[in-house]
């Protein structure tokens, strides 16, 4: 992140991997996200009951084109904890996509294989820390960092002490992390017009193997559950 001279705060754009999306389940149909589309799956946030195995038909509308239909089969479904809008993610092998989707989906794969080292994780967990992180939410996950969304922008930088809470945790736990980015997010589904990508820097006491035994059983929930795996959904 560079300064202006007039020492206002230059955000970066982000590549945005959501996506507003209409779903129809049966006769039913609501409105939810869509999280990390890929060429043969996706993650749909929503507050519906979704049975596994339903067909869905799903349009699914980035910022910055049309809608895109796809449709699926749900695989699996997960809770989300409260500092989530949506109550619920679910899992969904794509059966039939389009031209137009099938591009985005690479274009997203090359900016994440061009940008990350690291195995990165899905999930939200809630931040409770300084008055700045008032409601702000994690949405990826990893063994060294983070990528939070929040209300105000952080300051490259930064040294944060904060706790991650949520249902996939035992209990909260306490770290430092450093502000490494910042981005100025397009409009989503979240309040939270900012993102910032956090260095953990430090846990306190024993918390460090109670986040490392989360993030391993995070992994390998969607190693079993990844929707391109999950051949029962199609039986």
């Known amino acids: 992140m560079n300064r202006a001279d007039d020492n206002r705060i230059v955000l970066q754009k982000r590549a945005t991997r959501r996506?507003?999306?209409?779903?129809?389940?049966?006769?039913?149909?609501?409105?939810?996200?869509?999280?990390?589309?890929?060429?043969?799956?996706l993650r749909l946030f929503c507050n519906r009951i979704i049975e596994p195995k339903s067909d869905l038909m799903i349009d699914v509308t980035p910022m910055d084109r049309p809608a895109m239909t796809v449709m699926g089969k749900a695989v699996w479904i997960r809770s989300?904890?409260?500092?989530?809008?949506?109550?619920r993610q679910v899992g969904v092998r794509l059966l039939q996509t389009c031209?137009?989707?099938?591009?985005?989906?690479?274009?997203?794969?090359?900016?994440?294989?061009?940008?990350?080292?690291?195995?990165?994780?899905?999930?939200?967990?809630g931040i409770d820390g300084e008055e700045d992180l008032a409601g702000a939410v994690t949405l990826d996950v990893s063994s060294k960092g983070l990528y939070v969304r929040t209300g105000a922008p952080l300051e490259i930088g930064r040294e944060i002490d904060?706790?991650?809470?949520?249902?996939?945790?035992?209990?909260?736990l306490k770290l430092k992390?450093?502000?490494v980015n910042v981005f100025a997010c397009e409009?989503?589904?979240?309040?939270?017009?900012?993102?910032?990508g956090m260095k953990i820097t430090d846990f306190d006491c024993?918390?460090?193997?109670?986040?490392?035994?989360?993030?391993?059983?995070?992994?390998?929930?969607?190693?079993?559950?990844?929707?391109?795996?999950?051949?029962?959904?199609?039986?």
């Open 177 to 179: 992390g450093k502000v």
């Open 80 to 87: 989300l904890p409260q500092a989530s809008r949506y109550r």
């Open 19 to 41: 996506a507003a999306a209409r779903i129809r389940a049966g006769k039913s149909l609501f409105y939810g996200g869509v999280y990390d589309m890929e060429a043969k799956s």
């Open 187 to 196: 409009p989503d589904d979240l309040d939270l017009p900012y993102g910032a």
């Open 99 to 125: 031209p137009e989707y099938d591009a985005y989906a690479a274009e997203l794969a090359r900016f994440d294989g061009e940008q990350r080292s690291r195995k990165r994780l899905t999930d939200v967990l």
């Open 206 to 235: 024993d918390d460090e193997t109670l986040y490392v035994e989360y993030l391993k059983t995070l992994e390998a929930f969607y190693l079993v559950n990844l929707p391109e795996n999950a051949q029962s959904a199609s039986e």
């Open 162 to 172: 904060f706790r991650l809470h949520g249902d996939g945790l035992k209990k909260p």
